[in-house]
């Protein structure tokens, strides 16, 4: 990497942020025996229900490996099945009560281990930060991310 130019600093500092941040939801998958993807999962369906194939999709995988992830999810009742209340033949997944409280849990264990990164930047800076994070992973205007219900 050239240190003169700014795209290859860029795309380094970009990558040592995931790297930090990877890490912080590693540790955390470990810590409730939670694959990564499982991780994501519970932080998808937070504050939405979704299909399994728009789960798949999202997540870049087919749609017997999501199924298969879901199964395991609700087998440990963190996930459930429900008929989506627009379209009676489709089924949403959604988090059961004890899969909205890890995912508030995990929430905080996140935040606590990110937080002493956050604080380097002063309030005006850490604004600007998830502007641009937001223009850099196209989330919709309304600040919306994932996939969507339907």
Do not use: W
Not at 121 to 146: E, F, I, K, W
């Amino acid at each position: 990497m050239s240190s003169e130019d700014p795209v290859d600093a860029l795309l380094d500092a970009l990558v040592r942020t995931t790297f930090e941040v990877t890490g912080v939801l590693t540790r955390l998958a470990a810590t409730h025996d939670l694959s990564l993807t499982q991780v994501r999962v519970l932080g998808i369906l937070r504050d939405r229900r979704a299909r399994v194939t728009d789960l798949a999709a999202y997540l870049g995988l087919d749609k017997s490996t999501m199924s298969g992830l879901i199964d395991r999810a609700e087998r440990r009742g963190l996930l459930a099945r429900d008929r989506n209340p627009h379209d009676g033949r489709a089924v949403d997944v959604v988090l059961t009560p004890a899969g909205h409280a890890l995912t508030r849990t995990a929430f905080l264990d996140v935040r606590d281990a990110l937080t002493p990164t956050l604080d380097r930047l002063p309030g005006p800076q850490q604004a600007q930060l998830l502007d641009l994070l937001g223009t850099l992973l196209g989330d919709a205007p309304d600040g919306s991310d994932g996939p969507r219900p339907t």
